[in-house]
Nanobody, 123 residues
Framework: QVQLVESGGGLVQTGGSLRLSCAASGRTFSNYAMGWFRQAPGKEREFVAGITGGGSSTYYADSVKGRCTISRDNAKKTVYLQMNSLEPDDTGVYYC????????????????WGQGTQVTVSS
């Protein structure tokens, strides 16, 4: 099991940037695939980006491709989501998730979740 704590959310204007961080506990962090999801009010939780354990492969939702970059530092047990050119539709609670199978999936079938961090993009 991995404990996850997100940070870095906030209020930003359209076109702005944010960098989200997710700090993990646990000894085998590098074995876990990591994902970022978001949930807007009244909507289902949706996949944003994912990264394999070693960081060699990354995956993005079409809605954020070209604007977001997921990365990880296994020595620091931290995964990041750099978000640029933010739009009001990016508003939501962003969750970090860990999957011990090591395989990234866009489905919310991850084993461990953080508490989320709020991102609000004003128009």
């Amino acid at each position: 099991q991995v404990q996850l704590v997100e940070s870095g959310g906030g209020l930003v204007q359209t076109g702005g940037s944010l960098r989200l961080s997710c700090a993990a506990s646990g000894r085998t962090f590098s074995n876990y695939a990591m994902g970022w999801f978001r949930q807007a009010p009244g909507k289902e939780r949706e996949f944003v980006a994912g990264i394999t354990g070693g960081g060699s492969s990354t995956y993005y939702a079409d809605s954020v491709k070209g604007r977001c970059t997921i990365s990880r530092d296994n020595a620091k047990k931290t995964v990041y989501l750099q978000m640029n050119s933010l739009e009001p539709d990016d508003t939501g609670v962003y969750y970090c998730a860990a999957r011990n199978s090591g395989v990234v999936t866009a489905r919310p079938t991850y084993d461990d979740w953080g508490q989320g961090t709020q991102v609000t993009v004003s128009s």
